[in-house]
């Protein structure tokens, strides 16, 4: 079977394979993936998202995101660790997301896990604690590995903090998304440049 290396679309810009699958995943590519992200909110987010995301496509998880900000109270931290009983039965009730029992309770049991964390050094400290300064730049998409030495660290790392649902591959995807690693593809427009950008994603 052929490499999978980065594809030139009809606009002519390369980009990772799983980029050109649907107009959605494109803007997320193009916009936010890879993108640094700095701050709490922030981060709990993506660390609920790619929760929800286990076992399903990242693209389902991107229709449902708007849904999602609006069910997790825009995904405050302090909102989210006051939910009780009866918000996650509101949750399981609503279509528009992704209905797990499971999932929801450790996006609200998370909540409280980061809070404590201010005692600390804090959420973004604690992720970005596991940044790879100088990545390798894989040329094709069989060279992306699903997770690694680092997301196996920081997922044993967050359970012993108290956070569930964050297993190497999720830690490693959460990793790619927030721009702490970066695996766009060498040929990828992207390719190294989230590591340059002047600010940092706060929303």
Not at 143 to 159: F, G, N, Q, Y
Not at 161 to 188: K, N, Q, Y
Request: aromatic share 6%; glycine share 8%; charged share 25%.
């Amino acid at each position: 079977m052929p490499e999978t290396t980065a594809i030139v679309g009809a606009d002519g810009v390369a980009r990772c394979p799983w980029a050109v699958t649907d107009p959605l995943n494109t803007e997320y590519h193009d916009m936010e993936w890879g993108v640094p992200v700095h701050g709490e909110r922030a981060l709990f987010e993506r660390i609920c998202l790619e929760s929800f995301q286990a076992g399903l496509s990242w693209l389902t998880i991107l229709r449902k995101r708007p849904a999602f900000r609006d069910a997790f109270a825009g995904f405050d931290v302090d909102k989210v660790a006051a939910f009780t009983d009866d918000d996650v039965q509101r949750l399981l009730a609503d279509a528009a997301i992704v209905r797990n029992r499971a999932k929801i309770a450790a996006a609200v049991g998370n909540a409280s896990a980061v809070q404590r964390l201010r005692d600390g050094e804090g959420l973004d400290a604690v992720l970005w604690g596991y940044r790879d300064a100088d990545p390798a730049a894989p040329r094709t998409a069989e060279e992306v590995p699903t997770r690694s030495a680092a997301s196996e660290a920081m997922a044993k790392d967050l359970r012993a903090r108290g956070f569930r649902f964050v297993g190497p591959t999720s830690c490693h995807a959460l990793m790619e998304a927030t721009g702490i690693i970066d695996t766009h593809l060498a040929g990828c427009h992207r390719r190294g440049v989230s590591a340059d950008c002047a600010s940092s994603r706060r929303t």
